[in-house]
């Protein structure tokens, strides 16, 4: 089976430009969870997805954002980027939510805005 | 307030000895719990997941991890390291099950294996 595919892996941009980052989960995997690593905040949730539907955000501006489509498939958008949005962008996807079902990672999305 | 701590940012052990990661959640209720390994330029690899009402879990790669509700704390061992092991450690948990898949992540502990 497949694991989490996430594109790009890097991504370069200048402050006040938008980004999309793209997540493929496992086949038959329905839940697919956003979070974001940085050195100094460690790694901090962002959003999920369950069913197309968004079940929970963490503490972030509103320019992050999010959607799943009916594949399952997930993409996030940062809009006005800040030299603090440079991290690594993880995604996750799991059977169910709110089980001790593991969420599986992809390899990240690294984002370096300048 | 609910979190997950990790003893330790840094552990250097020598090639064959001990491998001890410490972590330790506060929570109302016992959490579901997970240990992931991250190595350079990669995302997260689970380790092991907590089963409930299991003490002592093994997981992948000779890792395994003690449970203990008296103490909140769910330590990930190994007895012997290998140079392989150099990595990243977290530790997380699923401290509000009602929350959908929102975990919450110790700061993390980078181990360094000596030959």
């Known amino acids: 089976k497949a694991g989490v595919t996430q594109t790009p892996r890097y991504l370069i941009k200048t402050r006040g430009q938008q980004v999309t980052l793209s997540c493929s989960p496992i086949?038959?995997?329905?839940?697919v969870s956003w979070y974001q690593q940085t050195p100094g905040q460690g790694l901090q949730f962002l959003f999920e997805?369950?069913?197309?539907?968004?079940?929970n955000k963490g503490n972030f501006p509103g320019r992050f954002s999010g959607r799943q489509f009916s594949n399952s498939r997930s993409e996030m958008n940062v809009s006005t980027l800040e030299l603090g949005d440079s991290a690594l962008y993880l995604c996750?996807?799991?059977?169910?939510?709110?089980?001790?079902?593991?969420?599986?990672f992809g390899n990240g999305t690294r984002l370096t805005v300048t | 307030a609910q979190s997950v701590t990790q003893l330790g940012s840094h552990v250097s052990v020598s090639e064959g000895a001990l491998v001890l990661l410490r972590c330790n959640y506060s929570s109302s209720v016992p959490p579901y719990l997970f240990w992931y390994v991250q190595y350079p330029n990669q995302g997260l690899q689970l380790l092991l997941k907590y089963t409930t009402g299991a003490t002592l879990v093994k997981g992948i790669n000779g890792f395994e991890a003690e449970f203990k509700k008296s103490e909140t704390s769910f330590h990930l061992t190994k007895p012997s390291a290998h140079m392989s092991d150099a990595a990243e450690y977290f530790c997380a948990g699923l401290l509000n099950k009602a929350a959908g898949n929102k975990l919450t992540f110790g700061g993390g502990t980078r181990v360094l294996v000596k030959p």
């Open positions: 996750a996807s799991s059977l169910v939510a709110g089980t001790n079902s593991p969420l599986h």
């Open positions: 997805y369950f069913s197309e539907t968004q079940r």
């Open positions: 086949s038959g995997h329905r839940s």
